[in-house]
């Protein structure tokens, strides 16, 4: 033992782990395990124990960390005199331990440890990064064989590079070698993309962009543009210069045209493909700053079309698409250079008038739209004329921001309207005040509604022959708080626009069926109120049942009722029309043709329409005493109307001339200032009663 431990003091300088062992052997001379004799510092350093602790334990006891598992090896070394070298993973201590095992005298041995960790991570690491490498050249080649895209690979300081080219799955890859690459790339691709793609690869290169995208439009085989996305990683030396860039080029054309398609729907109006509000937010900035370059004027032109919801309400929404999608169309090629026309909605549009110096320049311009609707349209196989109203705001003299140049443009289209519409106004400073007054009745006109501030007024209607009273019209009137009387002209048409004419009209036939009702209930002999329907109430939903509950709540008879309906409504014989007017005649209700002489339509229409009654319009009646022309149409409408079994009403008579005129040529029935103005109901009652009164209304003119 002394030998051994002289020698153990000879590697007690080793700076590695070493340790000495002695065989134990049973009675046979079998070895059954071993014991440690001697260790140096490294080695008590490395199994964190004494030496004075580990001497004389059993090698199950201490060594089966450090070399478990070799207890065979050891027996080997002991019996053969060979000398074995082992590498073992020790789990307990996380480390890679390469031992040499040397004999040393008979049934001793020595064990040298050494630390490998380092050196065997390293290698693994090697091991893993090749088959990393392995893996992503296999992953590339598929990615290159199983993808239609375009494979690049541009080394940057010799700028040249690969492509790897494939149409489809059925051919193979076919490699293009591309000297100077830039270049030669930069070639193919669009020269509107140009820049915006070398900007992209300069910020990407120069590391401001955590990696490259960049979509844009190259030339191909057969000299179109299609689309790609061009996408790709670079890799920069250690003095931070890039030296090798690959990615790929993915063909998106159809991608971009679906894309043009969506975006082509969600700017334009699908029914008049006019671009609509979405594009005007877009292009009128667009538009003003052009202006403004080129010191030009911009013309703002709010524009409706006049009378739509009549025709709408007539001849049904498919009917009014068709004539939409005509005033698209001519808007359309109108201004297809110079300005745009935009959908606002329904049927308002907007116009933008462009590259004008002059106010002169934008009203020829409008004069020449507006003589687009002065013939006859045949829609559908029918003929109707479409006029427009076109309010006009300037920029910058009327206002430099949309808000302001739409509200002077609504007002100035607002103004056209009132002056017969079919035209185009100017804005003008005067209108706030106008535009004001609209919407301040507008306001009133919902308030009268609610606290019964309208009334009826009631003109008479004559038997020319006895001058007899067959009935009345109901006339509206409004006596605003704080305005005072509003004439009907100017009032009706808000509360059509509005849409209060619905409830306003049904007001005005409760209340003249509740009147007529108790004039009979009074002792009166029954006669016929008579009560105008504007196209708007003509064409609302349920009017039939509507006018039936109306005569049940007044209990008035259908037939001391009477309905008026313009010629307006009543030229576009529909079906549908005749339809309403029959249901209505056959409740007992006679039907009226108010305003006759006034519509574009020939007579033939007369014949079709479930009338009894034709009103003559006034403007015929005025020009009796001064022109041979009206006596002619008169005499003419009168012979027509009686052919037609109809009953003939001379509106608007003035003067005695005027009655004698149509008594001698056979009208039927008038009414007029110059026989009785409208009255109150209290007036009414007066005059019914007064049977002396109506006499001498008439004893001055021969009828008594």
């Not at 939409?324 to 606002?344: P, S």
């Not at 049927?347 to 590259?355: A, C, H, N, R, T």
């Not at 037939?559 to 007017?581: F, M």
Request: glycine share 6%; net charge negative.
């Amino acid at each position: 033992m002394n030998t051994c431990f002289g020698k153990c003091f000879l590697f007690s300088k080793i700076a590695v782990p070493m340790a000495f062992y002695e065989m134990i052997y049973n009675k046979e001379g079998k070895p059954i395990d071993y014991q440690i004799i001697d260790a140096n510092p490294a080695y008590e350093e490395e199994v964190g124990k004494s030496r004075e602790e580990i001497l004389g334990k059993k090698g199950l006891e201490v060594m089966d960390q450090a070399v478990d598992g070799g207890f065979y090896d050891f027996c080997k070394v002991t019996e053969t005199g060979e000398v074995l070298r082992l590498e073992k993973y020790e789990n307990s201590i996380n480390k890679y331990v390469v031992m040499t095992i040397f004999p040393f005298q008979k049934s001793q041995f020595a064990i040298l440890f050494y630390d490998n960790t380092v050196y065997k991570k390293k290698e693994q690491a090697l091991v893993e990064r090749q088959k990393t490498m392995d893996k992503y050249e296999e992953i590339y080649e598929l990615v290159v064989e199983g993808s239609n895209d375009e494979i690049w690979d541009w080394l940057i300081l010799e700028d040249e590079g690969i492509i790897y080219l494939k149409n489809c799955c059925d051919f193979p890859i076919k490699e293009e070698l591309l000297k100077p690459f830039y270049a030669r790339r930069i070639a193919r691709i669009h020269p509107e993309d140009v820049k915006e793609v070398e900007k992209t690869v300069k910020k990407y290169l120069a590391r401001e962009e955590d990696y490259y995208k960049c979509e844009y439009r190259v030339k191909q085989e057969d000299g179109t543009y299609g689309w790609v996305l061009s996408r790709g990683k670079a890799i920069w030396n250690e003095q931070g210069y890039p030296i090798r860039m690959a990615g790929s080029y993915t063909d998106i054309t159809e991608k971009k045209f679906a894309e043009e398609k969506f975006r082509y729907v969600a700017y334009h109006d699908t029914l008049t493909y006019l671009p609509n509000k979405i594009a005007f937010e877009e292009m009128f900035p667009q538009m003003i700053k052009k202006a403004e370059l080129n010191r030009e004027l911009l013309g703002f032109v709010f524009l409706d079309v006049d009378n739509f919801k009549h025709i709408n309400d007539m001849k049904g929404h498919s009917f009014g698409d068709q004539v939409l999608k005509r005033i698209g169309a001519i808007f359309q090629d109108y201004f297809h250079e110079e300005g745009a026309v935009f959908r606002w909605g329904g049927d308002e549009f907007i116009i933008l008038i462009s590259s004008v110096q002059t106010v002169k320049e934008i009203e020829t311009r409008l004069l020449e739209l507006l003589e687009r609707f002065q013939h006859p349209w045949i829609v559908d196989q029918f003929e109707l004329f479409i006029t427009i109203s076109l309010g006009v705001s300037l920029y910058p003299y009327d206002g430099k921001h949309v808000e302001v140049l739409l509200q002077k443009a609504d007002m100035a289209m607002y103004q056209a309207k009132q002056k017969g519409k079919n035209r185009y106004q100017l804005y003008e400073k005067t209108m706030e005040n106008s535009f004001l007054r609209k919407i301040e009745i507008e306001r009133g006109l919902r308030k009268a509604l609610k606290y019964q501030q309208f009334e009826l007024h009631y003109q008479p209607l004559f038997r020319i022959r006895t001058g007899k009273i067959i009935g009345m019209e109901a006339l509206l009137r409004w006596n605003h708080p704080e305005l005072g009387p509003i004439s009907p002209l100017e009032f009706i048409p808000i509360a059509e626009e509005s849409g209060l004419i619905i409830p306003i009209g049904e007001w005005v036939l409760r209340e003249a069926c509740r009147q007529n009702k108790r004039w009979q209930q009074m002792g009166f002999d029954p006669i016929k109120i008579s009560v105008n329907l504007s196209a708007h109430q003509f064409f609302q939903p349920h009017l039939k049942e509507k006018i039936i509950t109306i005569l049940k709540e007044t209990k008035l008879n259908p037939r001391y009722l009477e309905l008026e309906v313009t010629e307006s409504v009543a030229v576009e014989s529909s079906q549908k029309i005749i339809e309403i007017l029959t249901e209505l005649k056959e409740l007992g209700i006679s039907i009226a043709l108010d305003d006759f002489g006034t519509g574009y339509s020939s007579l033939n229409y007369l014949q079709w329409l479930p009338i009894q009654h034709l009103k003559i319009d006034q403007s015929f009646i005025k020009g009796l005493e001064f022109s041979s022309t009206e006596v002619f149409i008169i005499q003419s409408l009168i012979s027509l109307a009686h052919h037609l079994d109809l009953v003939v009403t001379a509106e608007g008579i003035e003067t005695e001339q005027q009655f004698e005129f149509l008594r001698n040529y056979g009208c039927d029935t008038v009414q007029g200032y110059f026989l009785s103005p409208p009255l109150l109901k209290d007036e009414c009652e007066e005059l019914l009663k007064s049977k002396n009164r109506i006499k001498n209304s008439f004893s001055d003119i021969g009828l008594y």
